[in-house]
């Protein structure tokens, strides 16, 4: 089966590829090439059972926006997970992955995949982990034939995408119980590769089998996000020894990707203070080259339980600005339980934020269209325009309406009331007088003031 990056080596431009240039105003040429070349990528699963809103992701192209959703051991709730997956598509979600490890992983995978019409990730080895623990009720007890199967499984149920920790080796798992790592190893696919790893005293199935899985990708056109399973956990860890080393092995493993035809982007931290995220793209970047780069965060500070998704959200606009094609976002319950539906809508918008103000940084002329609509829309006390352009539309009504002031255009919000900048200066080019200070004038409800000129 042809995938998307051979099909556009060929010269072929596919349905998906049309799709995305129309969504981004660039040319099916100037996509062709540079899904050709692999700086971008657009994850498509021949096998994906229904049509989805596919999107690219990589350079040139607007920053990407991924919600995480799924059951853990603990709590396994299929209808909430469907919620969650809903209230993702509605808030305009770019990707969604599935992180579920409890319950009936391949049947809670089957059901958000049919919810999400949106590109679709998930992390292969959380199915392997949740075997072990169904069958002979220790994780680790999976062999290398699970890791693979579970990747396969992934695959076959037309899943776009996904997250393979095939960087941490056996040399390297072997320095982690006396690395000096105030937040220790943070991933949990990481943390089970490891420590299967450790147990076993044998090589990382990914990374040993990693010829079988570009031919499994081939054959369901299944892009490859190459894991950090050595993230920093701790903004004191970052850059550490570990976190380079894998990411020099990632690299080499996104170089054999591409030239084996399989679409594929590296992943980022995790942890990394506010000084030290440009610098962190751009040591991914200079090593994994021009392959999309996409991080989680990154929480430029510790101790923002219950706000993480604000933390990492500041990091992440940074990260977009310098390059980062593609940011998984936090939600206000990071490091602290599994979210719920509100708060997925409250990370999503947070990094939608992010995403868009690092778009203005890197492709400002394009980005710019939406700002200026929306000064326009506020400079002109034009309500409807400024409610709709808002990103997130609905906060921005309830908000406006809730001190029961006059809906209509022209009409000062009750922050500033008669001294409303838009009001003042304009009356006094119109020749209309007014003290300043003075109330602005209520329209009647049949006939809306005129928005000022």
């Not at 970052?238 to 590296?266: F, T, W």
């Not at 990103?391 to 309406?401: F, L, Q, Y």
Request: aromatic fraction near 4%.
């Amino acid at each position: 089966m042809a995938t998307q990056m051979t099909q556009a080596r060929r010269g072929v431009a596919t349905e998906q590829m049309r799709q995305v240039a129309r969504d981004e105003g660039v040319s099916v040429d100037w996509l062709k090439a540079r899904v050709a070349g692999g700086s971008v990528i657009i994850p498509s699963n021949t096998a994906r059972p229904q049509k989805i809103h596919n999107v690219g992701i990589g350079a040139g192209l607007k920053t990407k926006v991924n919600v995480n959703i799924g059951t853990s051991t603990l709590r396994a709730d299929l209808d909430e997970e469907v919620a969650k997956a809903r209230v993702a598509v509605k808030y305009h979600a770019d990707t969604i992955m599935d992180l579920s490890d409890g319950g009936d992983v391949p049947a809670i995978r089957r059901a958000l995949l049919e919810a999400a019409p949106i590109t679709f990730g998930t992390v292969p080895i959380y199915e392997a982990y949740s075997r072990g623990v169904a069958r002979h009720r220790n994780p680790l007890a999976i062999t290398e034939d699970d890791f693979l199967d579970a990747f396969e499984s992934n695959a076959r149920d037309g899943v776009d995408y996904t997250t393979i920790h095939a960087g941490i080796t056996k040399e390297i798992a072997g320095r982690i119980l006396g690395a000096r790592r105030s937040g220790g190893v943070v991933s949990k696919g990481g943390t089970i590769t490891a420590a299967w790893m450790l147990k076993h005293g044998r090589e990382n199935p990914y990374y040993a089998n990693f010829d079988r899985l570009l031919e499994i990708a081939r054959e369901y056109d299944v892009t490859f996000s190459l894991g950090d399973a050595l993230r920093p956990g701790s903004i004191l860890d970052s850059h550490d020894e570990l976190q380079v080393q894998e990411m020099v092995n990632v690299a080499r493993l996104a170089r054999r990707a591409r030239e084996a035809g399989v679409q594929v982007m590296a992943e980022g931290p995790g942890h990394v203070p506010l000084d030290q995220v440009a610098a962190n793209v751009r040591l991914a970047k200079s090593l994994i080259g021009d392959v999309p780069y996409y991080v989680l965060g990154p929480l430029v500070t510790d101790v923002a339980s219950g706000h993480d998704h604000i933390a990492s959200a500041i990091g992440a606009a940074v990260s977009a600005g310098e390059g980062v094609d593609l940011l998984c976002y936090l939600t206000p319950s990071e490091h602290l339980a599994l979210p719920n539906a509100e708060e997925v809508k409250a990370g999503l918008i947070a990094y939608r934020i992010a995403a868009h103000a690092g778009d203005l940084v890197k492709m400002r002329d394009k980005a710019i269209k939406w700002d200026r609509r929306m000064s326009e829309a506020r400079r002109t006390l034009d309500w409807e325009s400024q409610l709709a352009l808002s990103i997130d539309p609905e906060a921005a009504a309830r908000i406006h309406a809730r001190t029961g002031q006059h809906p209509g255009n022209g009409v000062p919000c009750t922050m500033c009331g008669g001294a409303c900048v838009y009001v003042m200066l304009p009356q006094q080019r119109q020749g209309q007088g007014g003290e300043p200070g003075a109330a602005a004038p209520e329209p009647a409800a049949a006939s809306p003031a005129a928005p000022p000129g």
